[in-house]
């Protein structure tokens, strides 16, 4: 089993809509998590951390279940311009600090 | 400005040899990271520094190799071992601790 996994899709959605992402993890040393975007041939950038008491920062709203060790990322209002690869990111501590990335969820945003 | 450099943007081997891929940051970041990444995949780790002139394996080391005899340098060498190296090289750095990395903007190799 992968320690993090995600629907690779394609998620193919029409401006406006909303679309969910999850996220699961398989370390219960798991300590610190993001969300990262990438877009096509570029390097993944930072979209958000993730707190266990959820955070929004607009359209955006993440959170993070550790008991069933997912977390999740939510998109409204979705815009042609949020279509990219959206990365899962776990941190774990297990002596020492171990960055992990999920293999990105796909995300196609349709006029 | 802060950030962190990678050159060159693109980069063209023959096969049988060694390059060198660069990495510096000025963000005064202790760790630092290489990953590859291939087309439609994730990122896998190829070696990671948490501190100057030391340096740990990643899930895919074996053909690659690092130094980390600065703060702000990590460079990458592909050599002739690495019989598949066609991908997209991505350089990370992070504060000490665990927190979230950022990146540089990807050098692309190609085998000729």
């Known amino acids: 089993r992968k320690e993090v996994e995600q629907d690779p899709g394609p998620f193919n959605v029409p401006e406006g809509a909303t679309v969910a992402f999850n996220c699961t993890y398989s370390?219960?040393?798991?300590?610190?998590f993001f969300w990262y975007r990438q877009d096509c041939r570029k390097e993944p950038k930072l979209l958000m951390s993730?707190?266990?008491s959820g955070n929004e920062d607009g359209r955006f709203t993440a959170q993070l279940n550790r008991a069933s060790q997912y977390i999740s990322l939510l998109i409204r209002d979705s815009k042609l311009s949020d279509s990219a690869t959206y990365l899962c990111?776990?941190?774990?501590?297990?002596?020492?600090?171990?960055?992990?990335f999920g293999a990105g969820t796909r995300l196609f945003v349709k006029a | 400005d802060g950030g962190i450099t990678q050159s060159p943007k693109y980069l063209f081997r023959k096969e049988g040899q060694n390059v060198t891929l660069s990495c510096e940051q000025n963000?005064?970041?202790?760790?630092m990271y290489w990953y590859r990444q291939d087309p439609g995949q994730g990122l896998r780790l190829i070696y990671y520094?948490?501190?100057?002139?030391?340096?740990q394996k990643g899930d895919i080391a074996e053909g690659y190799s690092v130094s980390r005899e600065k703060k702000e340098s990590f460079p990458l060498t592909v050599t002739s071992a690495q019989t598949n190296p066609t991908a997209f090289y991505l350089c990370?750095?992070?504060?000490?601790?665990?927190?979230?990395?950022?990146f540089g903007q990807g050098t692309r190799l190609t085998v000729v």
């Open positions: 990370a750095s992070s504060t000490k601790g665990g927190n979230e990395a950022f």
């Open positions: 370390n219960s040393a798991s300590q610190s």
């Open positions: 993730v707190y266990s």
């Open positions: 990111v776990v941190i774990l501590y297990t002596g020492g600090f171990k960055t992990i």
């Open positions: 963000l005064n970041h202790d760790a």
């Open positions: 520094s948490q501190i100057v002139n030391d340096f």
